[in-house]
């Protein structure tokens, strides 16, 4: 069974730091990218960073780049986030790529390796940043 569990999230103010975390279990074929999202309320989800299995090469949102960092060490995905914005408040999702029927898919516009639908997603955690 795939499961995504998220930990890390929670309130800071602007200025703060957080770090999410994301275990990745479950699968039976080698996943090509892991990657964070976030979603605004009544907004689609917009991917934040991705980072490739094998390389590690990452890719992130103008809107965060030199303030977040992703990495990950086997099957487990981090997200760094620092210098937080009161802009960053969202719901953030950690998510593998590949497609499942029945399941929210979402692209991450990564013009590379990782530029793929995502299907498989973790609970959500709430980020709340406040000014």
């Known amino acids: 069974q795939v499961q995504l569990l998220e930990s890390g999230g929670g309130s800071v103010q602007a200025g703060g730091a957080l770090r999410l975390s994301c275990v990745v279990s479950?699968?039976?074929?080698?996943?090509?990218?892991m990657a964070w999202f976030r979603e605004f309320p009544g907004k689609e989800r917009e991917g934040v960073a991705a980072?490739?299995?094998?390389?590690?090469e990452s890719y992130y949102h103008d809107s965060v780049k030199g303030r977040f960092t992703i990495s990950h060490v086997k099957n487990t995905v981090f997200l760094q986030m620092n210098n937080l914005k009161p802009e960053d408040t969202a719901v953030y999702y950690c998510?593998?790529?590949?497609?499942?029927?029945?399941?929210?898919?979402?692209?991450?516009?990564?013009?590379?390796?990782?530029?793929?639908?995502?299907?498989?997603w973790g609970q959500g955690t709430q980020v709340t940043v406040s000014s």
């Open positions: 998510a593998v790529d590949g497609v499942r029927v029945g399941a929210t898919k979402s692209h991450f516009p990564a013009r590379g390796w990782c530029d793929r639908d995502f299907g498989y």
């Open positions: 479950g699968f039976t074929d080698r996943f090509n990218c």
């Open positions: 980072i490739s299995n094998t390389f590690s």
